[in-house]
C-alpha cells in the first residue's frame, strides 16, 4: 500500500457511461442499419444489450465463466466483422447466439485436442461419507464435471432444456435438428449423466 | 449401472409428473429428478470490461485496410518475441524470425488480412482503472512498457475523477504502477503488491490465456 | 520500440556469446539510466548470464529505476540484488531436484524470495511441482499470494494442499483470487488461505465465505 499522505487515489470498477435514453429505445435492426451505415460506434449498444444474454449458455457449455467471457467477447466481435452477412437485421439475437454457438463448439474441439478428457478424469469418485447426505453444492459441481464428460451435442441439448428451460421444438429450431433426434440425444445423456453421478445422488 | 426407464426419462423431458409413475418406479424418478436439479441455474454476469474490450477490437477492424496491416504488424504478440531470448539461442533459430520480422518491416500491404480475434492467442486486453480527482494527467508504466510513462496514458472515464485505458497484455505474470502528474508512483490498491526494490511498491497482474486475474 | 531495433537485438544476442552479448543489449539502457548505472549493470548480467541466470529482468530492473528517478547507487544495488535473488532460486531449484532450470522458473524462484518465501520453501514447491504442475507457474501462484498478505508458511500449505488433492493447474492459478474473495468479505489473507487450505483437504471445492451458490431448481414438470 502506498506510503503517502497526499490526497487518496483508490482503484474501483467502473462501467461506462453511455449515451443514454434514445438508445434504450433503438431496435436491434435500427442499431444494425446505423452501424453498417458507419456509426461504429452504436455498436456498443448491442453488445451491452447482450453481453449476458448468452453468458450462462456459454459458460455451462465451456465449464467456466472466464472462458465463456472470452467466447462472448469473441462472438460479438465477429459478429461486427459479419454484419453485413446478418440477412435479417431483426433476428440480430439468433444470428448472434450461432455465432457464439460456434465458438463454444471450436473452443471444446480445440480444448479436446489438447488434453481430451480420460475416464479416469476429474476424480468422479463420491468422497466416503457415513450418513450418505450430499449437499447440494456437492452435486452440482458433480454435475458440472459430468457435463464435461458428453458430447458436446448432448451438453448443449441438456443445457438449453435444463438450465435455459427451453422446449425441444425451440431446440430444433435453434440446432437444426429433429426433436426426436434431440430425444435420442438427450435420452442417452440422462443415462450417462445416472452412471457418471453415481454415489453423487 | 442401467440407465433410467423410459417412463422416468419422461417425467425429466417434462412429459409426466412424477405422481404419475408407477409406485416402483417413484424411487428412481425421484433420483433422476434429484439430478437434473442439480443443475446450475444461477445468471452468470460477465465483466462490465467487455464492452470496452469489444469496442476497442472493434474500433481496429473498423479502419482502413492499410491502418489494419500497420495495427497487425504492432499487435502484442511481437513483444513475446523480444523479452526472454538468451544469449544461447540456436543462430539459425534468430535469423528465421529476424527475417521474418524484417519481411513484415519491409512490405507491409503483402501482410494477410488480420485476424479477427479479439486479441492475439498470446495476449489479453487487460483494463486499468484509477479513482484520481485533481490529476491532470494519469499514466501506467510496467514491465510491459518498459516503464515508460508516455506509452500508456489513461484518459478521464467521464465521472469525474476517475480515469482509465484497456491495454493488451501477453500471456505471463507483469508489475506495473500508475504515474500521476509525471511525478508520484502510485500502485494499484486493487491489486496484489510487491517490494520494487527501490523503497517503494509494484503492483501486479496475472495474464493467461483467456482472462486475466489481478 | 522500433522494430529495427528488435530485429538487431534479437541478432546480437543470438550471435554474441556472454559478455558481448549484454554490451549488446545494454543499448536498452541508453538514455534511460546514467552511464554508471548502465556500466555496472552490464557486468552484473554478465556475471548473471555466466551463471545460467536470465538477464531480462535485470535490464527491466534498471529500466524501471531510471523511469522512477531512483538514485543510481540505489538502481545498482536493486539490480544486484535481484540477481542475489535469482542465485538464490537457482541453487534452490537444483537442490529441488530441477537440474536445467529455464528462466520463467529462476524468476519465479526469484519472485517468491522476493515475496517473503525462504529458499527452502522454494525448494519444497519444485519438488511437490512434478507433472502436470509446472513449477514456474506453482511459483508464481506462491510469489502472489505472498505478495496478497498470506504468511509464507501458509502459502506452502495451501499450494501442498491443492497438489495433493489433485487439483488442476487452473485451480492453483484461481487461488489469488479466491484470496482475495475471502478478504473481500472480511477475511485476512491468513484466515482465508487456511479455509482454502482445509477445504483443498477435504477434498471440496473451494467456496469462498458467503459465496454459497445458490440456483433456482428447475421444474421437471414444465413443458
Redesign the interface.
Known amino acids: 500500500m502506498p506510503a503517502s499522505t497526499q490526497s487518496p487515489t483508490i482503484s474501483v470498477t467502473y462501467s461506462a457511461g453511455g449515451r443514454l435514453g434514445l438508445e434504450a429505445e433503438a431496435s436491434d435492426a435500427d442499431v444494425v442499419r446505423a452501424v453498417l451505415a458507419g456509426d461504429i460506434d452504436r455498436y456498443a449498444v448491442l453488445v451491452r444489450r447482450y453481453r449476458d444474454r448468452y453468458a450462462r449458455y456459454a459458460a455451462r457449455m465451456l465449464g467456466s465463466r472466464d472462458v465463456a467471457e472470452d467466447a462472448v467477447q469473441d462472438a460479438l466481435v465477429r459478429a461486427f466483422d459479419r454484419l453485413a452477412d446478418c440477412r435479417d437485421p431483426n433476428k440480430f439475437a439468433g444470428w448472434l447466439f450461432l455465432i457464439l454457438r460456434n465458438r463454444c463448439f471450436a473452443e471444446r474441439r480445440r480444448r479436446q485436442r489438447e488434453r481430451p478428457l480420460g475416464p479416469g478424469d476429474d476424480?468422479l469418485a463420491a468422497?466416503d461419507r457415513p450418513d450418505g447426505a450430499y449437499d447440494?453444492?456437492?452435486r452440482?459441481?458433480a454435475l458440472e464435471r459430468s457435463l464435461g464428460h458428453l458430447t458436446a451435442e448432448q451438453r448443449e441439448v441438456f443445457v438449453l432444456k435444463?438450465?435455459e428451460?427451453m422446449?425441444y421444438e425451440e431446440i430444433a429450431q435453434i440446432t437444426g435438428a429433429t426433436v426426436a433426434s434431440l430425444k435420442m440425444r438427450m435420452h442417452r445423456a440422462y443415462d450417462r449423466l445416472r452412471d457418471l453421478m453415481k454415489g453423487h445422488l | 449401472m442401467a440407465g433410467y426407464h423410459p417412463l422416468v426419462k419422461q417425467?425429466?423431458d417434462?412429459e409426466l409428473?412424477?405422481a404419475d409413475l408407477p409406485r416402483d418406479l417413484r424411487a428412481e424418478g425421484e433420483e433422476a429428478?434429484r439430478l437434473?436439479?442439480a443443475?446450475?441455474?444461477?445468471p452468470v454476469t460477465l465483466s462490465p470490461a467487455v464492452e470496452q474490450r469489444v469496442m476497442a477490437a472493434v474500433r481496429a477492424h473498423a479502419s482502413s485496410p492499410a491502418r489494419r496491416a500497420w495495427r497487425w504488424?504492432h499487435a502484442p504478440r511481437?513483444?513475446e518475441?523480444?523479452?526472454?531470448?538468451?544469449?544461447w539461442?540456436?543462430?539459425s533459430?534468430?535469423?528465421a524470425?529476424?527475417a521474418a520480422?524484417?519481411i513484415?518491416?519491409m512490405r507491409p500491404s503483402a501482410s494477410p488480412t488480420p485476424s479477427t480475434q479479439l486479441a492475439s492467442r498470446d495476449s489479453v486486453f487487460v483494463r486499468f482503472v484509477l479513482y484520481a480527482p485533481g490529476a491532470r494527467r494519469v499514466a501506467v508504466?510496467g514491465?510491459f512498457n518498459?516503464?515508460?510513462?508516455g506509452a500508456a496514458p489513461l484518459v478521464p472515464a467521464g465521472t469525474s475523477g476517475v480515469w482509465t485505458t484497456t491495454l493488451a497484455l501477453p500471456v505471463g505474470?507483469h508489475?506495473y504502477a500508475f504515474v500521476v502528474d509525471g511525478e508520484r508512483?502510485v500502485v494499484d490498491p486493487a491489486a496484489?503488491?510487491?517490494?520494487?526494490?527501490?523503497?517503494?511498491r509494484n503492483s501486479?497482474v496475472?495474464v493467461?490465456r483467456g482472462t486475466h486475474?489481478? | 520500440?522500433s522494430?529495427?531495433r528488435?530485429?538487431l537485438?534479437?541478432?546480437l544476442?543470438?550471435?554474441?556469446?556472454?559478455a558481448l552479448?549484454?554490451q549488446g543489449v545494454a543499448t536498452r539502457l541508453d538514455g534511460r539510466v546514467p552511464p554508471q548505472v548502465r556500466q555496472a549493470v552490464v557486468k552484473i548480467a554478465a556475471d548473471a548470464?555466466a551463471r545460467g541466470l536470465?538477464?531480462?529482468p535485470l535490464w527491466?530492473?534498471a529500466?524501471?529505476?531510471?523511469?522512477?528517478g531512483?538514485p543510481a547507487d540505489?538502481?545498482i544495488?536493486?539490480v544486484r540484488?535481484?540477481a542475489g535473488r535469482m542465485g538464490d532460486a537457482m541453487t534452490a531449484l537444483r537442490e529441488g531436484g530441477v537440474s536445467a532450470p529455464t528462466?520463467?522458473v529462476v524468476e519465479g524462484g526469484a519472485?517468491a524470495i522476493?515475496?517473503g518465501l525462504s529458499n527452502h520453501d522454494v525448494q519444497d514447491l519444485v519438488r511437490a511441482s512434478r507433472p502436470p504442475y509446472d513449477p514456474a507457474l506453482t511459483l508464481?501462484v506462491a510469489?502472489?499470494l505472498g505478495?496478497?498478505g498470506v504468511p509464507a508458511n501458509q502459502v506452502l500449505q495451501l499450494v501442498e494442499a491443492m497438489i495433493s488433492a489433485?487439483r488442476s493447474p487452473g485451480d492453483l492459478?484461481?487461488l489469488?483470487?479466491e484470496v482475495?474473495s475471502g478478504i473481500s468479505h472480511g477475511a485476512t489473507p491468513a484466515q482465508a488461505a487456511a479455509g482454502l487450505t482445509r477445504a483443498a483437504a477435504a477434498?471440496?471445492?473451494p467456496?469462498p465465505p458467503g459465496q454459497?451458490?445458490?440456483?433456482?431448481?428447475?421444474n421437471?414438470?414444465?413443458?
Open positions: 476424480g468422497p447440494r453444492l456437492e452440482q459441481t435444463h438450465v428451460g422446449a | 417425467v425429466l417434462g409428473s412424477l429428478v437434473i436439479q443443475a446450475d441455474h444461477s504488424l511481437d513483444v518475441l523480444r523479452v526472454r531470448v538468451r544469449p539461442v540456436v543462430w533459430g534468430a535469423l524470425v529476424a520480422l524484417a513484415l518491416f508504466a514491465t518498459q516503464w515508460d510513462q505474470q508489475q508512483w496484489p503488491s510487491v517490494d520494487d526494490g527501490f523503497g517503494r501486479l496475472s493467461a486475474i489481478l | 520500440m522494430r529495427v528488435v530485429f537485438e534479437l541478432v544476442v543470438a550471435a554474441l556469446p556472454g552479448a549484454a548470464a536470465p538477464v531480462d527491466e530492473k529500466i524501471e529505476g531510471g523511469a522512477k531512483v540505489r538502481v544495488a536493486a540484488a535481484l528462466g520463467d519472485d522476493n515475496a508464481r510469489a502472489t505478495a496478497l489433485g492459478m484461481g489469488p483470487a482475495e477434498g471440496r471445492p467456496v454459497a451458490k445458490s440456483g433456482k431448481p428447475v421437471p414438470h414444465r413443458p
